[in-house]
């Protein structure tokens, strides 16, 4: 039995991802179940770390800790995690019936760094996905553009103190003492963050392989436009420009440069009169007031069907990202026949094919997103229609459930026999 750890079932992309792994191994033959802080489900494969007010405490204490060590500063205090709190999973009866043992997204409570040390200590086969660049940083989960990690964090731009022996130093000599006791398999979801956390100190020595995260194309599949907009009282004769993310003002979504590109793009009147903008997440109502059109709010959706009728209904997909791994949001729309529009960060670039399936736009260039809207926007149908049989193309030949749930089966395999299992 795998069991996938991570700290939320549902909230989060790396809980989505997390998530749909745990259903593509069982439905492909491999047993697997969930252990998360943040139960939200019913479902019986997914276990809740017991102890409500504790885990409560232990996220709170750990922010507390977190601004103490930061010249008693709030500035980034959910961009950095020094690992300071969490539960020893290792007794619980989940943890001890799993063959293997499958990290993911394991920050703000879930586990401390004491608790990872007994999980690798344990004897069981041990496989870590990473969803960012945790644990390849001292306590960042986005370098950006400071390459300190790949010889030792120190000094850390994101906190408020001068000390170079910070908290990026004190964790990331945890972080190095921790790993230095045993060679683990890591997994990036793209290969951009592969060769990222490969040239870091801490992961240099350690086995580094790329298998993306899977999605239910029976799920998010292309369903009748018209009929989705009419379903979702959306306006039919209309370009709808979709965006999204988990928090709409979340400035690394690039809320700035989203409204910048589709605001340019009005300025146009023959597009302003056509054209209108879906938004979908937390904080989309608030969103109204950033484009100079009608908007279509969507506050955040867990139903998943529901999302593929929102993707169906629109006819793009805008996520100018300032940093990403393997967007979900990207796939979601790819796998329901919606061309996408992105920045070439991170991992974008390895799903959008350019002049194929949608338009890579330069890094930070609203001029550039405005160009690709207005190529996207001026297709003629039949083109239209092969970007998105070319879209849904590239996630049945590489996001698929059986193709991913194939990859992790020789990952798990090769982890238990380094082992000797």
């Known amino acids: 039995?795998?069991?996938?750890?991570?700290?939320?079932?549902?909230?989060?992309?790396?809980?989505?991802?997390?998530?749909?792994?745990?259903?593509?191994?069982?439905?492909?033959?491999?047993?697997?179940?969930?252990?998360?802080?943040?139960?939200?489900?019913?479902?019986?494969?997914?276990?809740?770390?017991?102890?409500?007010?504790?885990?409560?405490?232990?996220?709170?204490?750990?922010?507390?800790?977190?601004?103490?060590?930061?010249?008693?500063?709030?500035?980034?205090?959910?961009?950095?995690?020094?690992?300071?709190?969490?539960?020893?999973?290792?007794?619980?009866?989940?943890?001890?019936?799993?063959?293997?043992?499958?990290?993911?997204?394991?920050?703000?409570?879930?586990?401390?760094?004491k608790d990872l040390r007994k999980i690798l200590t344990s004897g069981k086969p041990v496989?870590?996905?990473?969803?960012?660049?945790?644990?390849?940083?001292?306590?960042?989960?986005?370098?950006?553009?400071?390459?300190?990690?790949q010889t030792h964090c120190a000094g850390c731009p994101l906190l408020q103190t001068s000390r170079r022996k910070d908290l990026s130093w004190t964790t990331f000599e945890k972080k190095k003492a921790l790993f230095a006791r045993k060679r683990l398999t890591f997994v990036t979801c793209s290969r951009w963050l592969k060769d990222i956390a490969s040239s870091g100190m801490l992961l240099g020595n350690q086995k580094v392989i790329n298998i993306p995260n899977p999605i239910d194309t029976e799920i998010f599949m292309p369903r009748d436009?018209?009929?989705?907009?009419?379903?979702?009282?959306?306006?039919?004769?209309?370009?709808?420009?979709?965006?999204?993310?988990?928090?709409?003002?979340?400035?690394?979504?690039?809320?700035?440069?989203?409204?910048?590109?589709?605001?340019?793009?009005?300025?146009?009147?023959?597009?302003?009169?056509t054209t209108e903008v879906i938004c979908i997440g937390n904080g989309a109502s608030d969103m109204k007031t950033f484009f100079h059109c009608q908007v279509h709010a969507f506050d955040y959706v867990k139903e998943e069907a529901l999302l593929s009728k929102i993707y169906s209904a629109a006819d793009f997909f805008l996520t100018p990202s300032l940093y990403e791994n393997l967007p979900n949001m990207i796939m979601e729309a790819m796998a329901c026949g919606i061309p996408c529009i992105g920045f070439n960060v991170g991992g974008i670039p390895e799903m959008i094919d350019h002049g194929r399936n949608g338009y890579v736009a330069e890094y930070k260039s609203t001029e550039d997103l405005v160009r690709?809207?207005?190529?996207?926007?001026?297709?003629?149908?039949?083109?239209?229609?092969?970007?998105?049989?070319?879209?849904?193309?590239?996630?049945?030949?590489?996001?698929?459930?059986?193709?991913?749930?194939?990859?992790?089966?020789?990952?798990?395999?090769?982890?238990?026999?380094?082992?000797?299992?």
């Open 127 to 149: 496989v870590w996905t990473m969803h960012d660049q945790w644990c390849s940083t001292g306590i960042c989960h986005s370098t950006g553009e400071c390459t300190k990690f």
């Open 1 to 113: 039995m795998i069991l996938i750890v991570n700290t939320s079932e549902r909230t989060g992309g790396a809980a989505v991802a997390a998530n749909r792994l745990m259903k593509a191994l069982n439905k492909n033959g491999t047993e697997a179940r969930m252990l998360v802080n943040d139960k939200k489900t019913d479902d019986k494969n997914v276990f809740e770390v017991p102890g409500k007010w504790r885990k409560r405490h232990d996220f709170l204490y750990e922010r507390l800790l977190i601004v103490i060590r930061n010249g008693f500063s709030k500035k980034r205090l959910f961009e950095i995690d020094p690992a300071y709190t969490g539960t020893d999973i290792t007794k619980l009866p989940c943890f001890k019936e799993a063959d293997v043992i499958h990290l993911h997204w394991i920050n703000q409570g879930m586990l401390a760094m």
């Open 225 to 273: 436009k018209n009929g989705c907009r009419q379903e979702l009282a959306l306006p039919q004769g209309k370009r709808l420009i979709l965006v999204g993310a988990v928090n709409m003002k979340d400035y690394r979504k690039g809320p700035e440069y989203m409204a910048k590109a589709v605001n340019t793009l009005l300025e146009d009147t023959e597009f302003a009169r």
């Open 372 to 421: 690709g809207l207005k190529f996207l926007l001026g297709l003629p149908e039949e083109s239209y229609r092969q970007y998105s049989e070319n879209s849904r193309k590239k996630v049945l030949d590489c996001y698929s459930e059986a193709a991913v749930a194939r990859q992790y089966d020789q990952a798990y395999r090769q982890a238990a026999a380094s082992m000797g299992r």
